[in-house]
């Protein structure tokens, strides 16, 4: 499906909008929100299908892990396994400009792009009357990255928003301008809590929180390249990129005229392969067997599945 050319409705903060916005998302669609941060781009975080229509709006080259924006800490425990760390700091900052990264509970129903397919699961309860009703209204976790064309700044307006992504996703809420206009701040708990992504909520105040200093992601300052993580999914097996047909023992996994074990579109849609992707690799990698991968077109969302299919393919570190 593509959703290019559609037409973005733009709606208000009233209760009866954001009731419409809910709505949207609960069918599968697109909605940019505002937040205390930054304008989301949100879909409901179970919907497979709906999340890869984030990174085809966005034409992200890349599945990096989304924020499952949530209402606080009692969706994040049926969600993740929350240490006493994360727990101190969600009672202290929640509501607000904190992401956690957590380990993911299994069998949750979110969908695996909102991870890339990873074990961690970033969760924030962000602030703010028309976000907070949105996410009431929803009923359910939402996935969203900041609502910009991909390598575009992030957007602190509705004006912004549009400017970008009219014509791509199915509605906006125009909440006026952002209070804090940066993204959040990102603390992982891989081990000892790491800043992964400086942003709207000081460190020194998470500091003091917590009585430590946190890891630095690198000593310049910048942050964790997302991709880069040891969370992203990496499937056991060897994988075989462009492949027309099994060899031996492998699992093949087929897109369009290739039909292989399992497909990732057997049309050769490419949002389709999106939604199917981290799913169908799981699958695979289940079997037990070498993988081998069909070719998928260099156009689009395949710019996407190809980065993120020859991550896999690429001799582990
Ligand atoms: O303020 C914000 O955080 C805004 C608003 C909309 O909430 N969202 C935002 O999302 O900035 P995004 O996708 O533009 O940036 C999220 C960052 C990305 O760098 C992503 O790689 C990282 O969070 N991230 C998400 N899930 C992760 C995970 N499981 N492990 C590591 N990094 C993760
Ligand atoms: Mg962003």
Redesign the pocket.
Known sequence: MSVKGIETKVLGTSATDIGIAAEIMRGGGLVAFP?E????LGAEAFDDAAVARIFEAKSRPSF????A?ITGIEAARTLCDVSDEAERLAAAFWPG?L?L?LGKRDGTGISPLV??G?P???V?A?DGDVVRSLLQEVGRPVA????NLSGQI?TTTAEHVLAGLSGKIDAIIDGGPCPIGV??T?V?FDGAPRL??A??LPVEAIEACLGTRLVRGHADGR?VA?GQ?E?HYAPGASVRLNAIEAQENEFLIGFGEVKGHASLSETGDLTEAASRLFHILHKADASGRPIAVAPVPESGLGLAINDRLKRAASPRQ
């Open positions: 937040t941060t930054v304008y989301g990096n892990p989304l924020i924006h400009a992401t990264v991870t890339a990873g961690y699961l970033a924030r962000p969203a990255p900041s609502a992030s993204e959040s990102i992982g992964l992504r942003g709207g942050p997302p993580l969370s």
